[in-house]
C-alpha cells in the first residue's frame, strides 16, 4: 500500500514539475540540472523507503523529463 502511495506523490511531483518547467522551457541546461536534482532527491527518498524498487521507476521518470524537456525547449520564444 505504501508503494503505491509513493508512486503517486512520485508521478504528482513529476507532472508538477513538467508544468512549471514549462514556462522556463528556454533555460535547456538550467532545466535538465534540475529535473535531475529532482529524481536523484525522489531517488534518494525512495531508496530509504523500499529500496531498489525505485530504480526503474526513477529512470523512467527521468528519461520521459529530459525528452519533454528537449521538445519543450524547440518551443521556447
Known amino acids: 500500500m505504501a508503494h503505491y502511495f509513493f508512486t503517486s506523490v512520485m508521478l504528482v511531483i513529476f507532472l508538477m514539475g513538467m508544468i512549471v518547467q514549462w514556462r522556463y522551457r528556454g533555460y535547456l541546461q538550467l532545466l535538465v540540472l534540475v529535473h535531475s536534482v529532482e529524481i536523484s532527491f525522489m531517488g534518494i527518498i525512495g531508496w530509504y523507503s523500499f529500496g531498489e524498487l525505485v530504480l526503474l521507476p526513477l529512470l523512467g521518470l527521468w528519461l520521459l523529463g529530459t ?7 524547440q518551443y521556447a520564444d
Open 67 to 73: 525528452l519533454a524537456i528537449y521538445v519543450m525547449n
